[in-house]
T-cell receptor
Framework: IAGITQAPTSQILAAGRRMTLRCTQD?????MYWYRQDLGLGLRLIHY???????GKGEVPDGYSVSRANTDDFPLTLASAVPSQTSVYFC????????????FGPGTRLTVL | GQNIDQPTEMTATEGAIVQINCTYQ??????LFWYQQHAGEAPTFLSY????GLEEKGRFSSFLSRSKGYSYLLLKELQMKDSASYLC??????????FGAGTTVTVRA
């Protein structure tokens, strides 16, 4: 079934370590997004990419970086993880319909100790 | 920044109707979305409103008033599987999506 995959499903990470969360979509969507979801705060946009080769900062970009080398992949990197980055991370992509609806991957649960 | 408010929790009985309200203040407006999220799962798209009025899709309906910065999601004939969190999201003038914190709906038998 076509859609968005994320890896890993969950990860426990020591503070200071580098970590890359992977996201791949096979729907040929131009735009992709990374969100974090924390209890009581809802989903917050970290970074986005409107098309391959371009990226932009969202609401909470500090401590994260992204790249978009091709249409399908949009990895999120934590250069030096800190405990405040403990969260559930969702990748999303949007279609080209008039509503530009975003579709979400299954998420990665990250714990930084 | 964006300000999107929705109630934290609601409880209703199986077969009943529940209305989840959402108020928003954003820089520009390019549509309002409702998503459903079951515990431990990804958000899934429910509805989209860009013009004032009611959009009906089976047991779920969504209403928008742009002048009042207000929307609601109406869930009819509630089923146990409707127990989930419902997220209101607004797309602003820069076409970025901002989410409310979500409303957890519990359906009781």
């Amino acid at each position: 079934i076509a859609g968005i995959t994320q890896a890993p499903t969950s990860q426990i990470l020591a503070a200071g370590r580098r970590m890359t969360l992977r996201c791949t979509q096979d729907m040929r969507h131009n735009a992709m997004y990374w969100y974090r979801q924390d209890l009581g705060l809802g989903l917050r946009l970290i970074h986005y990419s409107n098309t391959a080769g371009t990226t932009g900062k969202g609401e909470v970009p500090d401590g994260y970086s992204v790249s978009r080398a091709n249409t399908d992949d949009f990895p999120l990197t934590l250069a030096s993880a800190v405990p405040s980055q403990t969260s559930v991370y969702f990748c999303a992509s949007s279609d080209s319909s008039p509503s530009d609806t975003q579709y979400f991957g299954p998420g990665t649960r990250l714990t930084v100790l | 920044g964006q300000n999107i408010d929705q109630p934290t929790e609601m409880t209703a009985t199986e077969g009943a109707i529940v209305q989840i309200n959402c108020t928003y203040q954003t820089s520009g407006f390019n549509g309002l979305f409702w998503y459903q999220q079951h515990a431990g799962e990804a958000p899934t798209f429910l509805s989209y409103n860009v013009l004032d009025g009611l959009e009906e899709k089976g047991r779920f309906s969504s209403f928008l008033s742009r002048s009042k910065g207000y929307s609601y999601l109406l869930l009819k004939e509630l089923q146990m599987k409707d127990s989930a969190s419902y997220l209101c999201a607004v797309r602003d003038g820069d076409y970025k999506l901002s989410f409310g914190a979500g409303t957890t709906v519990t359906v009781r038998a």
